[in-house]
């Protein structure tokens, strides 16, 4: 069974109901143009409530290193969750515990993903638009034996995660637009159902 994490908190009762749940981790979006954005005063403070095995994935888009860095540090997150045009240069200079983000659409060339595979602990594959709920061409990845663990986004929801398990095989699942009432808010029912549904009761 894939684990599964669950992107774009930004309420604490959101995240406290779900860190009840067997979950992997909780992202918290740091990029001030999304719907999703939480101030990092605010993710600190949920972090701070959050039990010591959900992992606290801080999200960031064509930001500075010295930003990324200090708002890792600030928020206390575990992992970085990389979303823009980030190289493998940047990857390496914020050392471990990073998650590089590539968008997945009929053009995607795997290549691209190579030169990363030192540098990073996690290689997330997503839609072209994050967030937006849709799906990309799961097939561009199939059968692909990648040396890092891989997290499959973009659109998942109870509907689809069956049929995008039927052709990968991920580290992890990462839930967003689909568990949600509306950007930002999450429904932890939707949540516990796709967890039933992957064998994470």
Same mark, same amino acid.
Request: hydrophobic share 40%.
């Given at each position: 069974?894939?684990?599964? +994490?669950?992107?774009?908190?930004?309420?604490?009762?959101? &995240?406290?109901?779900?860190?009840?749940?067997?979950?992997? &981790?909780?992202? !918290?979006?740091?990029?001030?143009?999304?719907?999703? /954005? @939480?101030?990092?005063? +605010?993710? +600190?403070?949920?972090? %701070?409530?959050?039990?010591?095995?959900?992992?606290?994935?801080?999200? /960031?888009?064509?930001?500075?290193?010295?930003?990324?860095?200090?708002? %890792?540090?600030?928020?206390?997150?575990?992992?970085?969750?990389?979303?823009?045009?980030?190289?493998? &240069? !940047?990857?390496?200079?914020?050392? *471990?515990?990073? #998650?590089?983000? !590539?968008?997945?659409?009929? $053009?995607? $060339?795997? &290549?691209?993903?190579?030169?990363?595979?030192?540098?990073?602990?996690?290689?997330?594959?997503?839609?072209?638009?994050?967030?937006?709920?849709?799906?990309?061409?799961?097939?561009? @990845?199939?059968? #692909?034996? !990648?040396?890092?663990?891989?997290?499959?986004?973009?659109?998942? %929801?109870?509907?689809?995660?069956?049929?995008?398990?039927?052709?990968?095989?991920? /580290?992890?699942?990462?839930?967003?637009?689909?568990?949600?009432?509306?950007?930002?808010? *999450? $429904?932890?029912?939707?949540? +516990? %159902?796709?967890?039933?549904?992957?064998?994470?009761?």
């Amino acid at each position: 069974m894939p684990k599964v +994490k669950v992107c774009g908190i930004k309420e604490k009762s959101d &995240a406290l109901l779900l860190s009840e749940l067997p979950l992997w &981790a909780l992202g !918290f979006i740091l990029v001030e143009d999304s719907p999703r /954005f @939480i101030p990092p005063d +605010k993710a +600190k403070e949920i972090v %701070r409530f959050l039990p010591s095995w959900i992992i606290k994935v801080g999200v /960031f888009q064509n930001q500075s290193v010295e930003e990324v860095e200090k708002l %890792r540090d600030f928020c206390d997150f575990d992992l970085v969750q990389l979303h823009g045009k980030e190289s493998p &240069a !940047f990857c390496e200079k914020l050392g *471990k515990g990073v #998650i590089k983000t !590539f968008s997945v659409g009929e $053009d995607f $060339d795997v &290549a691209m993903v190579e030169e990363y595979l030192p540098v990073v602990d996690f290689l997330l594959f997503d839609s072209k638009k994050g967030g937006s709920g849709l799906t990309f061409p799961w097939k561009k @990845i199939k059968g #692909i034996n !990648f040396p890092k663990p891989i997290i499959i986004g973009g659109g998942l %929801r109870e509907e689809n995660v069956w049929q995008c398990l039927s052709l990968l095989r991920p /580290f992890a699942l990462d839930l967003n637009s689909g568990v949600e009432v509306y950007p930002g808010k *999450k $429904d932890g029912v939707k949540v +516990k %159902r796709i967890l039933e549904k992957i064998g994470g009761k």
